[in-house]
């Protein structure tokens, strides 16, 4: 079963952190480079931030570098991403996927879970 359900969203005051997890099945994450992204209203989803299988290699969109971590813990399938210093253009949806995005192969379509609403008042 395809499945990425990403939780820990909320609102925050600017300056504030959160921190989002996304719990993966198996068939999604089985060591794959996973990311971060989000989609702002009237925007493009974009990806942020992503990670390889083994957690030793990480990259970051230039608008989140040294702010965000992105991290992720094999044995429970799931990857975190600790977001500080936030800034009410961070304000989003975010959503994890693979890097690429994962296609079912029924479909050939991009599965993506719900995401999380992550909003930072000024």
């Known amino acids: 079963q395809v499945q990425l359900v990403e939780s820990g969203g909320g609102l925050v005051q600017a300056g504030g952190s959160l921190r989002l997890s996304c719990a993966a099945s198996?068939?999604?994450?089985?060591?794959?480079?996973m990311g971060w992204y989000r989609q702002a209203p009237g925007q493009q989803r974009e990806l942020i931030a992503r990670?390889?299988?083994?957690?030793?290699?990480?990259n970051y969109a230039d608008s989140v570098k040294g702010r965000f971590t992105i991290s992720r813990d094999n044995a429970k399938n799931t990857v975190y991403l600790q977001m500080d210093s936030l800034k009410p253009e961070d304000t989003a949806v975010y959503y994890c996927?693979?890097?690429?995005?994962?296609?079912?192969?029924?479909?050939?379509?991009?599965?993506w879970g719900q995401g999380t609403q992550v909003t930072v008042s000024s």
């Open positions: 996927n693979t890097f690429p995005p994962y296609i079912v192969a029924l479909t050939g379509d991009n599965y």
């Open positions: 198996v068939s999604i994450f089985n060591a794959r480079v």
């Open positions: 990670i390889n299988g083994f957690g030793g290699n990480t």
